[in-house]
């Protein structure tokens, strides 16, 4: 006697049953194995772009804002800061480097930063193909940012003042691309790298119109760098938003922030504290929606007992024969064993399939999933847990029916019927 084309038979005899307790299960897995490769590879993601940078300087706002605009380029600048005093907190004998960004501004929702080598170093950043910039409006974007966009070498294009397509655009200056990074699977990847000088000459003329037309002054973020001196230094009339700090010694992580944030009109916040809070915050919306896939999967899996509770009266007929035609207690006992396990294990498979298959989906349909690089491709140790977890359901939810089976007495149930 095949036990697993016996089960297999008696599934397929009740399919509404069957499909009913597979997506169940599956939609409760689907969302565990997605918030499962999301939080990971965000985790993930968030560590490996906050490496190196030991220290955020800004406007002083919200530290977390600080943070998410400077390191992950995913919020708006908090304000703007005198370059004098920034120079004046770089020159700090407990800082070793200080990296130059140059913020504001973007092409096609890509941002657009002006910076030196050494932000392209801080992440190990290669060329594809192509040079890094050498003069003024020159460019070198990510890879993420040249696949998307279609650029190329020798493309030019203009820049739109913010984060939207449909900003104030500075038709006056076009940007050239001169290089195109190798894909690092980091925040480089959508982003469009230039000199400092290259952002203050177009938001220069820019400056001008507004000044003429009486509007705001630009929104720009620029970072100092002490490695490469691209900014003229005592020049009281240009504004930044903020510098990527790198401490000298362990002493600058107990002293900095606290000088910075009593002595300046500046604020210092700390990547490794804001991005713990982050996780907190987001653990929040992680917690809620694992409890929910947790009711569904204990829905399921009563679902599951109730349906081999209620076949097993059904079926005291047809078990009475297997015996009375050799079939052992053990074998019952572990058919309607199999049967458990195969519907949650079918179940798991499924709801396993569906959420890396929705994150495969996701960033064909949504543009900041893409640039995220969230991927659907990624398995984790975790996943076999899962599968492992599915499999005692089956055989817990099926624990009372099997022994039901195994006590069956053939003789009543053949004179009772």
Known sequence: MNLFRLVWSYLKAKPLNTALNIV????????ITILLLFNNQLQQKITDNARGIDLVVGAKGSPLQLILCNIFHIDFPTGNINLAEAERIARNRLIKNAIPLALGDSYQSYRIIGTSKAYADLYKATLQTGNWWAADMEVVTGAQVAEMLKLKIGDSFTSTHGLTSDGHAHDEQRFVVKGIMNRMGNV?????????????????????EAEREHA????????????????????STKEITS??????SPMGAIQLPRYVNGQSNMQAASPAFETARLFSILG???????????????ISGLSIFIALYNSLKERRYDLAIMRSMGATRSKLFISILLEGSLLTVLGS??????????????PMLVVEAQKAGISGVVFYPEEWIIL????????????????????????????GN
């Not at 169940?24 to 969302?31: C, D, E, H, K, P």
């Not at 000459?201 to 001008?208: G, L, N």
């Open 216 to 235: 705001v002054a630009l929104d720009s973020s620029i970072v100092l760098s002490m490695l490469v001196p691209t900014i003229a230094a005592g020049d």
């Open 284 to 298: 929040i919306g992680v917690d809620v929606l694992m409890a929910f896939a947790y009711i569904l999967i204990f």
């Open 188 to 208: 480089v990847d959508n982003l469009i790298l230039t000199n400092v000088e290259s952002i203050w000459q177009v938001h220069e003329v820019h400056a001008e």
């Open 24 to 31: 169940l299960l599956s939609l409760g897995i689907a969302v």
């Open 243 to 248: 510098m990527l700090i790198q401490y000298r």
């Open 349 to 362: 498979a499924i709801g396993l399939l569906m959420g890396h298959g929705t994150l495969l989906l996701l």
């Open 388 to 415: 492992a977890g599915s499999l005692f359901l089956g055989l817990l939810c099926a624990l009372i029916p099997a022994l039901q089976a195994y006590r069956t007495d053939i003789s009543k149930v053949l004179a």
